[in-house]
């Protein structure tokens, strides 16, 4: 069956710090990584938490402005025109807004599954949804579904995944994926909070990958030693260029499957480790070969296959050969 090439979302999240700059050093990465989108968390603090949240302080520093929003948006129309952008919203002010601005998806968070009123709002949108589903019941994600659909959605992926700043491979249920799909129906992606300095923070998608996932979500960071918001999980620009690179090299290695003939790296490969028909020992012209004339040896070239053997014993030297020989189909008659 034909895979589609995975696609692949660089998750800007928080990482920005609140600094535009910060946002556009990270769309950089992203878009000369060769991400097919870049993920804007995009949101007014005030319809997020309550004033008394502890994470208020942290939100108001944070927070980008719409006009930032909009800036950040055109600059990545205009530097990285094959790139999607996804806005993850929380209300619908910023449903409106982003609406305003023409992002290509949204993405809701897992917090909002049973936000009834936003689910309604954003399948009117028309638009592509991510769900994120991580820590969702079965039952909530289908309902979820269900009244994004009701309501116009022409098109929902989940995306499996949680965050626990960051979260161990312990904590992850690759298989769980593949259950999701069979069960709803629907396509689902693989968003990654692996430890950055782990290797299973490239294991845990490259598995989920070979499981089939074609959708995969990874944080990234302008720098992660400055330890900012949602550090815990993402990846330096020279991490995520990497873990890009590794993706699409499991793309070329995943996209085959059917029965072919051999390509040219697998003839070359062959005519290298395939072993050969070579004499044991020097014959003349017109002796009848033996089984003790002939040897199983790999050899600079690939002559005659030792699934011939049977079929060599009994016949002829068309020449004279030394030792070591390695036949071919003109040495014997």
Request: aromatic fraction near 6%.
């Amino acid at each position: 069956m034909q895979r589609h090439p995975t696609y692949i979302i660089a998750e800007m999240a928080c990482s920005h710090d609140g600094s535009e700059n910060h946002a556009r050093t990270i769309i950089d990465c992203a878009g000369k990584s060769g991400a097919n989108a870049i993920q804007f968390q995009i949101w007014k603090k005030e319809a997020l938490v309550t004033p008394d949240h502890p994470d208020l302080a942290i939100l108001k520093a944070l927070e980008l402005g719409y006009d930032q929003w909009r800036s950040l948006a055109a600059y990545v129309r205009a530097n990285y025109p094959d790139m999607d952008i996804i806005a993850c919203i929380y209300e619908q002010e910023s449903l409106n807004f982003c609406s305003e601005i023409g992002v290509d998806a949204f993405k809701l968070h897992a917090a909002d599954i049973t936000n009834l009123e936003l689910l309604q709002a954003v399948g009117r949108s028309k638009m592509r949804i991510d769900l994120s589903v991580g820590a969702c019941s079965i039952d909530e994600i289908l309902q979820a579904s269900d009244m994004l659909r009701t309501h116009g959605c022409p098109s929902i992926w989940l995306m499996y995944g949680l965050q626990n700043f960051p979260t161990p491979p312990e904590d992850i249920d690759l298989v769980y994926m593949q259950n999701l799909q069979n069960i709803t129906g629907l396509p689902v992606g693989y968003q990654d909070h692996s430890p950055p300095e782990n290797i299973s923070s490239y294991a845990m998608a490259a598995a989920a990958i070979g499981l089939g996932v074609s959708i995969v979500e990874k944080h990234i960071t302008h720098d992660r030693s400055l330890k900012g918001a949602d550090h815990q999980a993402a990846l330096n620009p020279d991490e995520f260029q990497a873990f890009t690179a590794m993706v699409r090299d499991l793309d070329k290695a995943l996209a085959g499957g059917t029965l072919r003939p051999l390509t040219e790296a697998e003839t070359k490969y062959r005519s290298y480790s395939r072993k050969s028909l070579v004499t044991a020992r020097p014959i003349k012209k017109g002796s009848t070969l033996k089984a003790a004339d002939l040897n199983i040896l790999r050899a600079p070239k690939y002559g005659i296959d030792p699934g011939m053997y049977q079929s060599v014993i009994g016949k002829q030297a068309a020449r004279d050969m030394d030792a070591n020989h390695v036949l071919f189909e003109g040495d014997i008659e």
